[in-house]
């Protein structure tokens, strides 16, 4: 199975709405692993990272941006 690497910016993309291409093709990524088409990899670092843009940039508390409870589809 192909593995794909995330960063923080798929992350953020796919929570807010700063660029609709981004979190579509977010989307999509997200729908492929789940499809079993890929495997998504992401570090601890960009974890973190993603946490700290939420919370600083876009001011959502760390429940807000529970990834588990996020329609994507």
């Known amino acids: 199975m ?3 690497a995330v960063d923080a910016n798929v992350v953020v993309s ?3 709405d700063r660029d609709a291409n981004q979190m579509r093709r977010a ?3 997200l729908d492929e692993a789940e499809r ?3 495997e998504i ?3 601890q670092l960009a ?3 993603a ?3 939420l919370g600083k940039v876009y001011r959502l508390a760390p429940a807000s941006a529970n990834l588990k409870d ?3 589809q």
């Open 14 to 16: 796919f929570v807010t």
């Open 47 to 49: 974890v973190v990272e």
């Open 41 to 43: 990899v992401i570090s």
């Open 2 to 4: 192909k593995r794909v």
């Open 27 to 29: 989307r999509e990524l």
């Open 36 to 38: 079993a088409e890929i």
């Open 70 to 72: 996020k329609p994507y």
């Open 51 to 53: 946490a700290y843009v």
